[in-house]
């Protein structure tokens, strides 16, 4: 047997050898489903990425974005010094997939715009107004980054001085104005509910940074004019929000505050009467009555018996719920994002679901393998089929026929939205539309006949500067439409079929959002609810109320939002209004942000007005040029210094340097990727680097590395008393000390790969090569007698000489493993899902022994309350198993309670061994019972905003072995089932995202033994 004497050295090899340089530890996936032939064409200011197949559309967004360009110029007096890269995708599937950003894309981000590069990356969305809103709003992200980064005594590191609300705020009020219903119903609710924020309260991630800080802006301008965004931007930028107040608007933060306030209360509280919501109904599923703050798109059975809505009472994702029609019981959740692990997302933003006719079974729409798929279940939640729709990679609100036989959905195909319908039985797909306006949100009459939808046709037919959205009734036996003009210029949507063929739908006609029904009989609308804020989902767009369509089942469900809320109302025709209101009755006055100043010029909405009149580029504007990868720098960090010492450790006067620097190159479409580290920690022999190369071109991601690490480590020896032989051949009495710099050096290459099943699950696996190296340099320092110092010997030794085993020779290595990962981090540590990890890697050259993983975690939730259980093995084995510094079972993130300073005494004490802390494997079970104790309001028991900890009780376990064999070398631990216990309390303090503290206090489960502190330094398991 061999174990190797320099702990520190061994050990970082060690982790060096065992663990693929490639490969994350846990961790979800971003898998790309499908790849796509980018094409490029080029316009003045933009160099648009895009595999479009609708020309039309793409000569329309590219006008689009030069007339935003033009807009946004005339307001922030910047220019683009080269043409802006904008990545365009055909959907929201797709989009999720881009690698041009790191992490996951949620469904309900709509666009991103990075930094360095200055990308605009966005899909085409559900419909052309929200196409043309995104484009707009991500344009002033890059407008923003350029003026910053490239700006006149600014940088990147500026761009930290701005608040999210901020730079998300003037997107939204540059892209939008003013003139905003859906903003204007969260300010009105604040108002009525006395929550109106101050300026700082919008730090606070509760105030939806793209609502408060649109209206942020829009009271900014509206007090001193649309000139003040640029310098107050910049500003803000260099100098920090409070500095900026002073010198930009002349005010202090806490006079604008003030100002701020009293102009949204002022503004709004006429609108707001005896400021007392006109509630109606009764509440059906609220945060209060078994659901979360979130609480969405109700949907009625046909029978009337159950109603199907989309809520984030766990937590953690949006999930669907049944619930009585009646009481409102909640009687199980039917789909759970955590263990829906054959799906990517649950399409929830703006869409429902439908029910069969006969109240048997569901469907809604999700998304896998990159396309957006319907999902039939039963009530019990089993999912009784899953397809896509040929043809149709990305659709909406499905739409169950009452003849069982087919389900309408709104489909977007190449970058067109349609309605489309789907025959179950064979699943072939008819176009209902086809043309350049956008149908959604369609639902069928009682009888079949008819298809009811909204549409943004009238708007288009009439050249209008914004998209809206009137009605239109399709009949399915001739598909002749009839177009439903009243509330012409308002947003008029959700349209439902009631039990006596009226359409119920809702509409922003006078700034607030009620519920209408329109008799196609008479052609009579009346006003149905009269809210002080409205019924709204998440966004305008988002299926918000539901009808019975049996005139013996007289209910109506309604999403509410109020007090900064969600929630499910239920009520009857008999608590509704049915006041008559004229088709032409449309003043938006009540959806106007508040403009304090009429004399303050107001550039942005009169340029959004007139956007529709800027002449589009000519033919020749629009010019195709071949794509090139173009890689650029995606990241650069590190630093670096000069030391002089003098009289150190080494004597004299010494130089050295410190330091490194990382940088990542990658292609425009993120694609590729080149990752390089260089660094310098001391003399020229510490020189070390890595460079890598990374392919995410297709489903397999993988690469190839290269690196020289030099690894250092030292040995000292006491000071002792010695001769020096001095140049006149005397000698003299002097102190001597020894130290021994130990360097080994690693060359490797290595290969690894991985293929995501899902964004849960993945297979990765690898190979490496490695030469080990060494030098061993002496340096004697000698001090006189009384302590000065005289002089120093340098030399360098052979590894035997000096007394070491090091390592010289090669290693190779192969690995692989199975990953999952479908757990929800807490504020400390995981609280929801699973993780699992079974690896091995396999070394042979002059070792020959391989390494086996397995790690299983799961977490029970209970909210507050999460129990934790973790199962694991890590071990050696083979003919070298036991030739390396063996691991050890006390560190803190394995069982608590063990440390190095004190497992000696606590084990003598007890009459165990030392040595049972340490092999060449491990089993480790750990069970926590975890409660978040200050952290958001939702998830915490003691709100705090920036002070966010976690406590713990837990159970800690393990053995350590390096042998099960009786007859093995006597120096080895042979396997033996005595486990060593501790338990104890812990508080896990998260600092700002950036570090996890955990100190704790551990009992070790011995006899007559005290509790020991200990400090654990990364997040819970």
């Excluded at 559900?126 to 350029?146: C, D, I, P, R, W």
């Excluded at 799906?343 to 429902?352: K, N, P, T, V």
């Excluded at 804020?533 to 013996?552: D, L, Q, R």
Aim: hydrophobic share 40%.
């Amino acid at each position: 047997m061999r174990k190797m004497s320099l702990s520190m050295t061994s050990l970082f090899l060690l982790a060096m050898w065992v663990v693929p340089a490639n490969a994350q530890y846990f961790g979800r996936n971003k898998p790309k489903y499908e790849n796509h032939d980018f094409k490029v064409v080029q316009t003045p200011h933009f160099e648009i990425y895009q595999y479009l197949d609708n020309p039309e559309l793409l000569e329309t967004l590219a006008n689009q974005a030069e007339h935003w360009y033009l807009l946004h110029q005339a307001v922030l007096a910047d220019t683009f010094t080269s043409k802006n890269p904008l990545l365009i995708y055909n959907d929201h599937p797709d989009f999720q997939q881009t690698n041009a950003v790191g992490g996951e894309i949620g469904v309900g981000t709509g666009g991103v715009t990075e930094g360095l590069k200055n990308r605009v990356i966005l899909p085409v969305a559900m419909s052309n107004a929200q196409t043309k809103h995104v484009l707009g709003h991500e344009l002033v992200h890059a407008f923003q980054y350029h003026m910053i980064i490239d700006g006149d005594s600014t940088s990147i590191r500026n761009l930290g001085n701005l608040p999210l609300w901020m730079i998300e705020g003037l997107a939204e009020y540059m892209s939008i104005g003013r003139v905003d219903a859906n903003t204007s119903l969260w300010m009105r609710d604040a108002v009525l509910n006395d929550k109106v924020p101050r300026i700082r309260d919008l730090y606070n991630p509760e105030f939806f940074p793209y609502r408060w800080g649109q209206a942020f802006w829009a009271f900014i301008a509206g007090w001193k004019g649309d000139g003040v965004i640029r310098p107050f931007f910049v500003s803000t930028a260099k100098y920090g929000f409070d500095k900026a107040c002073k010198d930009v608007l002349g005010v202090t933060e806490k006079e604008l505050s003030k100002l701020w306030v009293d102009a949204i209360k002022g503004y709004y509280g006429p609108y707001l009467g005896d400021k007392k919501e006109r509630f109606i109904g009764r509440p059906f599923v609220t945060d209060e009555k078994g659901g979360g703050r979130l609480n969405i798109a109700p949907v009625l059975s046909p029978n009337g018996q159950y109603v199907l809505f989309l809520s984030e009472k766990d937590l953690f994702s949006i999930d669907v719920f049944l619930a009585d029609a009646v009481n409102g019981d909640i009687i199980r959740k039917v789909h759970s994002g955590t263990k829906g692990g054959h799906l990517d997302d649950l399409s929830f933003i703006e869409s429902a679901g439908t029910w069969s006719p006969d109240s048997k079974e569901f469907a809604f729409v999700a998304v896998k393998d990159g396309s957006n798929v319907l999902v039939i279940k039963d009530l019990k939640g089993k999912t009784k089929e899953t397809f896509g729709l040929e043809g149709v990679p990305a659709f909406s609100n499905p739409a169950w026929s009452p003849d069982g036989k087919s389900i309408v959905v709104a489909g977007l195909v190449n970058g067109q939205v349609d309605l489309f319908q789907v025959t179950l039985k064979n699943k072939k797909v008819e176009r209902l539309t086809n043309d350049k306006y956008s149908e959604m949100e369609p639902s069928w009459s009682p009888d079949g006949s008819q298809l009811v939808y909204a549409t943004d046709k009238l708007s288009f037919e009439k050249n209008a500067g914004e998209w809206t959205f009137n009605l239109a009734i399709m009949d399915m036996g001739t598909h002749q439409v009839q177009d439903l003009d009243f509330f012409y210029g308002a947003d008029n949507l959700n349209p439902l079929f009631d039990a006596q063929g009226n359409i119920i739908f809702l509409s922003d006609r006078d700034g607030f959002r009620n519920m209408y029904s329109y008799e196609p009989a008479t052609g009579k609308i009346f006003q149905m609810t009269d809210f002080l804020t409205g019924i709204s989902g998440i966004t305008p767009y988002a299926p918000a109320i539901s009808v019975s369509v049996k005139e013996n089942r007289d209910r109506l469900f309604f999403t509410h939002y109020f007090n900064g809320r969600h929630n499910i109302y239920k009520a009857k025709s008999e608590d509704f209004l049915h006041r008559e209101v004229a088709p032409d009755s449309v003043d938006l006055t009540a959806a106007t942000l508040p403009r304090i100043n009429k004399q303050a010029p107001n550039v942005v909405d009169v340029n959004l007005s007139n956007m529709d009149k800027l002449e589009n580029m000519p033919a020749t504007g629009l010019k195709k040029v071949p794509y090139k990868p173009k890689f650029k720098l995606d990241y650069i960090g590190g630093g670096g210094g000069i030391g002089i010492g003098t009289g150190g450790m080494f004597g004299g006067a010494t130089t050295g340097l410190s330091g490194g620097v990382d940088m990542v190159f990658g292609d425009m479409l993120g694609d590729h990727q080149l990752y390089t580290s260089l660094f310098l920690n001391g003399e020229i022999y510490d020189f070390g680097g890595a460079v890598a190369y990374l392919n995410r071109k297709h489903r397999i991601n993988w690469g190839v590395g290269l690196s020289h690490m030099p690894l250092q480590s030292g040995r000292f020896s006491p000071v002792f008393l010695d001769t020096l032989q001095l140049n006149n051949g005397e000698t003299v009495d002097v102190y001597h000390s020894v130290t021994d710099i130990i360097r080994i050096f690693q060359e490797k290459v290595d290969v690894f790969a991985q293929y995501p099943f899902s964004k849960n699950l993945r297979v990765e696996a690898g190979a490496s090569l490695s030469y080990y190296s060494n030098r061993v340099d002496r340096y004697d320092q000698y001090y006189s007698l009384n302590g000065s110092y005289i002089g120093q010997d340098k030399t360098r030794l052979d590894p035997d000489e000096a007394g070491l085993n090091l390592f010289k020779g090669t290693l190779a290595s192969v690995n692989a493993g199975l990953v999952g990962d479908n757990s929800y981090f807490g504020i400390a540590s995981p609280v929801k899902g699973y993780r699992f990890r079974v690896s091995g890697e396999r070394y042979f050259g002059d070792f020959d022994f391989y390494n086996l993983t397995l790690d299983g975690r799961k977490y029970f939730f209970a909210k507050p309350f999460t129990l934790a259980a973790r199962a694991m093995h890590y071990g050696r084995y083979g003919r070298d198993a036991n030739s390396f510094y063996p691991l050890y079972l006390g560190y803190p993130w394995y069982v608590r309670g063990y440390e190095f300073g004190n497992a000696s005494e606590i084990l003598q004490q007890n009459k165990r061994s030392l040595n049972e802390l340490f092999g060449s494997k491990i089993a480790v079970s750990n069970v926590e019972l975890r409660v978040p104790f200050t952290g958001p309001e939702q998830l915490a028991l003691i709100k705090s905003k920036f002070f966010l900890t976690e406590l713990s009780v837990f159970l800690d376990g393990g053995l350590a072995w390096d042998t099960f064999d009786k007859n093995a070398d006597s120096s080895l631990r042979q396997f033996d089932l005595n486990p060593l216990f501790s338990a104890g309390v812990s508080m896990r303090i998260n600092l700002f995202g950036a570090l996890v503290l955990e100190p704790y206090y551990a009992w070790p489960l011995l006899k007559d033994t005290k509790g020991t502190f200990g400090l654990n330094i990364v997040p819970g398991w």
